[in-house]
Every structure is written in structure tokens, then in C-alpha cells.
């Protein structure tokens, strides 16, 4: 099993994102997926530090990759989709779109915004030159199963989201400008004070959700931690991290020794509950419960 690191899905300051990758580079994890994802205003603070954390990935063995944003709706946003295709690695697609801007037959990776829910698009996207798709979070095991099998055919590589909080959806409208008063166009960057994302909390103050500019999350760290055994007999071949903040590279250390052998499920869920106080775990899309539902170690289903 391989590790995989997603695209930072927050707005860090540029120091602390190039520092992010700085430290993978060193860190046992496979591959590496950067650039902006969310929204296509925060590029420009590190767009210049790119081709740098690409040129370090690469010369400590790893795999590397551009995200695509996940909703393209300017004609600025769609030249930066063009270039992704200019800068020398592979592109992995979080909009559909992205694909009219690759070169036909070019290979790419899918990114786990894309809904890839059953054995026809993948098999399209196969077609199309994919090589390595992310599943969307929300696939139970019996999702996975099938949809590895039918990749196995196809020459894919697959994975499943390991660890972070889900990403739900993507919208037109920005969360955090319209809750400080603000317009999308005149945001001042509001996402900034939340590197992890801001929680929402319902009416009767439990929590929801978390947002994160025009992206909305789950509240919970949807982690494979109990479910890694199931995941390995049923082939998929990389487990996606996404990068937060505090000892992440500790956080992929642990999924390493788990990896390993050297922690199982109960070890691995203690130590990344350790290294975030107070957040919670969960696993339900996994196990088919909801979502937001933590197995504790019961056996996958």
C-alpha cells in the first residue's frame, strides 16, 4: 500500500505551504499532489514557490502531481488550467473541464472531487488516459470493491481518502466573505484565519459541517484507520492524507507503521487523536453506516 498526499484544500501563508512540501520531501509517503484546489485567488501568494517544491518532491523519489481547480468558471481560471499541462508533471483532474486543456491521450490522474461512481466512467476515464483515480469519499467498501476490481482490468491504480476532512461540494458563492460581510470579489481573504477550516455548528449547537472559502467540509477526520485491512484485500493500492495543520508529517509516519505493521487500527486512531486534541474521527461512508459515524475498531463489514 502506498501513501498519497492530497492538495492542501486550506489557505496557509506562503512560508507555511512551502514548508509543507520542504517536509514531505523527507517524510515515507509516495507521492505528492499540490497546487490550488479550491479557489484560484490564493494561488498567486505561492504560485511562485511551485516549480521549486516540484523540483525538491522529485529529487527525494517522489511522484508528483498539479491539481486542477475544482470549479473553473473564469477565463483566468481556465488559462491556469492550460498551463497545468506545461509544467512537466503529471495533472490530476478535479473538474472535468480540465481534460478539453490535456493533450489527447496525454495519461492523468483523477483527483476524488470527480464522481466516479461506477465501473462506466471509469472505464471512460481509463479510455480517456487516466492512470490513477482517488475515489470519492463517500463509496462504501462494497463501492470499492467493485470499482477496484473493474480498475485491475483497466490498468488504473486506485485509491481511497485515508485521512482529513471530507470535501462535500464547491460553490459559486464564498462562505467565509458573506460571513464577515463581504463579497466574493472583495473577500480579504477571510480563509486565512481558519487553516483548518471553520466549523459549523446547527441551531442546537452540535456540530455540522466546516468551511473552507467556497468549499464546504465534513466536521469530522474521516480516517481508514480500522478499515486498512479491507481496503488492502480488496486491492486498492494508495490510502490520500490531506495536509492540516500541526505534526502532519507525524500524522504520516503513523499511517506508515500502520502500513508497516508496526500499529494496528486502535494504535494508529490513538495517535492521530493525540496529535489533534478534540477532533473527531469517523468512518461511515466506509462501512455504510452514516457518514459521520466512527466504527471504534468493529470489523469492516
Not at 21 to 44: H, N
Request: glycine share 8%; net charge negative; charged share 20%.
Amino acid at each position: 500500500m502506498d501513501l498519497t498526499v492530497g492538495p492542501n484544500q486550506f489557505f496557509w501563508k506562503a512560508d507555511a505551504w512551502a514548508q509543507l512540501y520542504e517536509t514531505l520531501a523527507a517524510e515515507p509517503v509516495d507521492r505528492v499532489v499540490l497546487g490550488e484546489l479550491v479557489c484560484s485567488k490564493r494561488a498567486p501568494f505561492y504560485q511562485a514557490r511551485i516549480p521549486e517544491a516540484i523540483e525538491t518532491l522529485l529529487a527525494a523519489g517522489k511522484e508528483v502531481a498539479l491539481t486542477s481547480l475544482a470549479l473553473v468558471t473564469l477565463k483566468r481560471e481556465r488559462k491556469m488550467t492550460a498551463e497545468l499541462a506545461e509544467m512537466g508533471v503529471a495533472v490530476e483532474v478535479n473538474d472535468l473541464t480540465a481534460l478539453a486543456h490535456l493533450p489527447e491521450g496525454a495519461p492523468f490522474w483523477v483527483g476524488p472531487l470527480v464522481n466516479v461512481y461506477n465501473e462506466g466512467t471509469l472505464a471512460w476515464l481509463a479510455a480517456r488516459g487516466a492512470r490513477r483515480v482517488c475515489l470519492p469519499p463517500e463509496l462504501t467498501l462494497d463501492s470499492v470493491r467493485v470499482l477496484t476490481a473493474a480498475a485491475r482490468d483497466l490498468g488504473v491504480a486506485i485509491e481511497v481518502w485515508g485521512h482529513g476532512r471530507v470535501p462535500l461540494a464547491i460553490s459559486g458563492r464564498c462562505y467565509h466573505a458573506r460571513l464577515h460581510g463581504r463579497t466574493k470579489d472583495n473577500c480579504q481573504f477571510a480563509c486565512e484565519d481558519d487553516p483548518d477550516g471553520l466549523d459549523v455548528r446547527t441551531m442546537d449547537d452540535q456540530p455540522f459541517l466546516a468551511m473552507n472559502g467556497v468549499q464546504t467540509l465534513s466536521h469530522t477526520h474521516a480516517s481508514a484507520a480500522h478499515q486498512y485491512g479491507a481496503l488492502v484485500e480488496a486491492g486498492v493500492t494508495a490510502l490520500r492524507l490531506s495536509p492540516q495543520t500541526g505534526d502532519f508529517a507525524a500524522l504520516c509516519r503513523a499511517w506508515r507503521a500502520r502500513i508497516d505493521g508496526a500499529l494496528d487500527g486502535a494504535g494508529l486512531a490513538a495517535k492521530l487523536e493525540a496529535q489533534a486534541p478534540g477532533v473527531r474521527l469517523s468512518d461511515g461512508f466506509l462501512t455504510g453506516a452514516r457518514g459521520v459515524d466512527w466504527s471504534g475498531g468493529r470489523p469492516a463489514a
